[in-house]
């Protein structure tokens, strides 16, 4: 269930309207770190499919971006930029590795100081299409790291499959989880989330981040305030670097319309080591 793949025409024709400003800060030194490690006791919140400056509001550290999008992310925010994906029906990239070189020059990319990761790949062998998914992405990430050397910088590919978990582990710094429990007429199934933590570890997959339930499509429904502090409280009973959300906009539903589920997630971001309660039809 590919529903990132198609947020990121819609951010890059929202960016290519607005005026980007170049940069004055001076060349950053390269990091010291010889491999990405996250900083002890931060909280990765990233708000997916928008560039709406009203979540930094809600405590979003993080928007997700195309690279002409970086100069316009707001003061006080940092940007996940998306580098073209991964086509996972001709199971190729859909920018080549000259094209990702052109747009980190075009846009400055190494010197932006805004740019907190690169969002390598949204779910590039779901299908099984793809067997040479995890090298490809492996790949790419040996290139970006060949044009952006700093390691205070994360690279993620999003894995929907838990089978999968294994042979895209270490392909990117950071493994993003996407995991819905709340399908349309039915309770939640509280079991989902912690059976994928387990397959995580099983893995041996230590550095994730958890996609959250906050839309409408199909056969998945808007949760309700209960049940997303549910899921955040499954999510918070593991070793999660942060969270993204799925979706500000999506298909037609917008995240600004549910300001119950807002209230929920901002309490998250802003305090996400307090822990939720967990949801009573866990089982035990």
Known sequence: MAHLRARYGAVALVAAGLLLVGSCAPERAPSARTSYAPVPGEFLSVALNTMDRATRRYGYSLVDVTPDGVASVAAGQRALVWLGGYDKKRCRWNWTDAEVGRRFARYGLVDAPRIAGYFIADEPNTDLNCPGAAADVRARTALVRSLDPDRSRFTVVNVDRPDHFAAFRGATDVMSVNVY????????????????????????????MGMIQAFSFEQWRWPTADELTGMIAQWQRSDWLGQLTFSWKYKGGELTDHPELLRVLKRLNDAPHELFPLPSGEPA
Do not use: F, H, N, Q
């Open 181 to 208: 429990p709340c399908l349309v007429g039915e309770p939640c199934d509280w079991t989902k989330i912690p059976r994928t933590l387990e397959s995580l570890r099983e893995a041996g997959v230590t550095r994730y």
